[in-house]
């Protein structure tokens, strides 16, 4: 049986990020056809009119998705700090920035990243995000710092986070997270938006070229809005081709950090037993659904959950085997 290694998972994870990017282009670009169409396609066109109609729909639109492409990869580390709900506030001396201090250099990371403390999200959890010039950051949430018992626990979480920016992953990650939460953000507004709108005014208006209704123009104005009710999810689907590999790595790659498996076997179990202690079930489902692929732990746990994260209960196993310590 052939071994999959750790430089053949982060090829994967690679290919995996770059299907995902094609996939959300083509869903931004759809998007923008769909409302071209529902706003500005008559019911009274000929065949031809259509078809022109289109060629421009669709040019227009690809000209927008390449737009917030190049917008979201240039930002992508300021959308994703602003994605989940709370106020982040930098955190410059204490513990917690001792700890990312610690374990960046038991990383042997070229720099310390910023450290931040989102308050006020209702959601116990961490996560860390990187550019393509070597600024990163690492975010623990105020609820992760009161659910957690000892310094071990925050070690641990914090150094999983660190695993990530040490194989670069992060970086990846986090332009196809930000292109994901934006894609999902803008077909949800624009399905809600044609949805009460109505859209296709002059749909209603008089017909001045005398065509009768074009059966044909009317089915890609109803494929158009059943289109924009689904394409938010359609844009979370595609995170799902993210290899689950990459969080059992940045685990082991805590491990050797802290020379610690029991400190964030700890934390992954205080997460699983306290975490829907705070907040709401939408706050979480609201975290999940825009920073959880990048999250430390998954706070998405039933329904159709598209995670990239293994079990708790596979992570907690994988980490018992290296000698964690746990007390259920």
């Given at each position: 049986m052939a071994t999959t290694t750790f430089r053949d998972e982060l090829a994967r994870l690679k290919t995996g990020i770059r299907i995902a990017w094609v996939l959300n282009f083509g869903i931004l670009w759809l998007v923008f056809i769909a409302v071209g169409v529902v706003l500005g396609l008559s019911t009274h066109v000929s065949n031809q009119?259509?078809?022109?109609?289109?060629?421009?729909?669709?040019?227009?639109?690809a000209l927008l998705a390449v737009l917030v492409m190049f917008i979201v990869n240039a930002q992508a580390t300021r959308i994703l700090l602003a994605a989940p709900a709370g106020d982040s506030v930098e955190i410059t001396s204490g513990q917690l920035k001792n700890i990312v201090e610690e374990m960046a250099i038991a990383a042997a990371l070229p720099k310390t990243p910023r450290v931040y403390e989102l308050r006020g999200s209702g959601v116990a959890n961490a996560y860390a995000s990187a550019d393509n010039f070597g600024n990163a950051q690492v975010v623990v949430t105020a609820e992760l710092l009161d659910l957690l018992n000892t310094r071990e626990e925050l070690e641990g979480v914090i150094a999983h986070e660190i695993?990530?920016?040490?194989?670069?992953?992060?970086?990846?990650?986090?332009?196809?997270?930000?292109?994901?939460?934006?894609?999902?953000?803008?077909?949800?507004?624009?399905?809600?938006?044609?949805?009460?709108?109505?859209?296709?005014?002059?749909r209603r208006g008089n017909n001045r070229d005398g065509n009768g209704n074009n059966p044909i123009a009317i089915v890609i104005i109803v494929l158009s809005f059943i289109f924009l009710m689904v394409a938010p999810l359609l844009s979370k689907v595609a995170e799902s081709y993210m290899s689950r590999e990459r969080e059992s790595r940045a685990d082991a790659s805590a491990v050797e950090f802290t020379r610690n498996?029991?400190?964030?076997?700890?934390?992954?179990?205080?997460?699983?037993?306290?975490?829907?202690?705070?907040?709401?079930?939408?706050?979480?489902?609201?975290?999940g659904n825009t920073i959880g692929p990048v999250a430390f732990f998954n706070p998405l746990s039933a329904g159709l959950n598209l995670s990239t994260h293994p079990s708790t209960e596979k992570r907690v196993k994988a980490l018992i085997a290296m000698g964690a310590q746990v007390e259920e």
């Open positions: 009119q259509l078809a022109n109609f289109l060629v421009v729909d669709a040019a227009v639109a695993g990530h920016l040490k194989t670069g992953d992060s970086q990846a990650m986090t332009r196809l997270v930000a292109l994901t939460s934006t894609t999902a953000i803008i077909a949800g507004m624009a399905g809600r938006l044609m949805f009460w709108g109505g859209g296709g005014g002059n498996p029991t400190g964030i076997a700890q934390a992954l179990i205080a997460l699983e037993n306290g975490s829907d202690h705070y907040g709401s079930k939408k706050m979480r489902e609201d975290f």
